[in-house]
């Protein structure tokens, strides 16, 4: 487990809550009771190795978390994780990712508390890396949105990060995002963007803009970053031609990945893809046992 939990910590990630998580993940697949298939399929000694294998190609993300699921239900039982993949690699269908040896009953009782979060981190992973690759050579980068489960945050922007993909702010306390009803709320994009500024003098402050006009005012304010709300292609390239490079500019909002090297070509240095962590497919990854005594 030390190897596990310094490779969280590598990766941005608190050890303990991961830990928490994955143990609270299992208590609920188990409900206070026990695995009845596997306690009444499999010899209580029995022991054998499975693999986690790859059924369709995709950008690995999670390897470690689905490792705690292992280590945590072998309850002291000896489990060796060997990892056949790290986190942001490409894998081919039928590549293994991972394999475990150790009590059998243990590794079916991990299994879908493992493959559950494995999958759909690797999802994440998978779409970031096809949005990232889309806009490759054009200098715009990929960024994440706080649209995430609760809970899953840390995990689901850390493998944003596994696909090449970039994070916006983790929380509400660490950057202000200027909106529609903030705007309202303030009276102006200018008198919105002075009362964040004069209540949090040192931290980003990005102003959500939905028209020209306003991302006019948003730089006359001194924004560090102007999002295009549903701007249109050629409305983008205008903003980057007013901003002159005094801001950044981030497009959001009704994004496809068949229209995002358009959309990158116009000079944004963002594209804010809240798809990536509410809705990406998993990654299809199943396990086999592949050997048993």
Request: charged fraction near 20%; aromatic fraction near 2%.
């Amino acid at each position: 487990m030390p190897d596990l939990a310094g490779r969280l910590e590598a990766a941005g990630l608190d050890p303990a809550r991961v830990i928490a998580f994955v143990a609270d993940a299992l208590a609920e697949d188990l409900a206070g009771g026990l695995d009845i298939t596997t306690g009444a399929t499999v010899a209580g000694d029995a022991e054998g190795t499975a693999d986690l294998i790859a059924r369709s190609a995709g950008v690995v993300a999670g390897a470690p978390v689905a490792e705690i699921a292992f280590w945590l239900a072998s309850q002291n039982s000896s489990v060796t994780l060997v990892p056949k993949a790290i986190d942001g690699d490409r894998v081919e269908a039928g590549q293994p990712v991972l394999a475990v040896t150790g009590r059998i009953g243990s590794i079916l009782t991990a299994e879908r508390t493992a493959l559950n979060l494995l999958c759909h981190l690797s999802g994440i992973a998978t779409l970031t890396r096809q949005w990232v690759d889309a806009v490759a050579g054009t200098g715009a980068r990929i960024r994440d949105t706080r649209k995430t489960m609760p809970g899953m945050r840390a995990l689901q922007k850390y493998a944003v990060r596994c696909g090449g993909g970039v994070n916006h702010r983790m929380s509400l306390s660490d950057a202000a995002l200027i909106k529609d009803n903030h705007v309202a709320a303030a009276g102006s994009v200018g008198a919105a963007y002075a009362a964040v500024r004069a209540r949090a003098a040192q931290l980003p402050v990005e102003v959500e803009c939905d028209t020209l006009a306003q991302v006019a005012e948003a730089l006359a304010a001194g924004a560090d970053l102007i999002l295009l709300d549903n701007f249109s292609v050629p409305d983008m390239a205008e903003a980057v031609r007013l901003a002159g490079g005094r801001a950044l500019l981030e497009a959001s909002g009704g994004l496809t990945l068949g229209a995002a090297r358009e959309v990158a070509q116009t000079g944004v240095d963002y594209l804010s893809v809240g798809a990536l962590t509410h809705s990406p497919p998993a990654l299809d990854i199943g396990l086999d046992l592949v050997e048993t005594r």
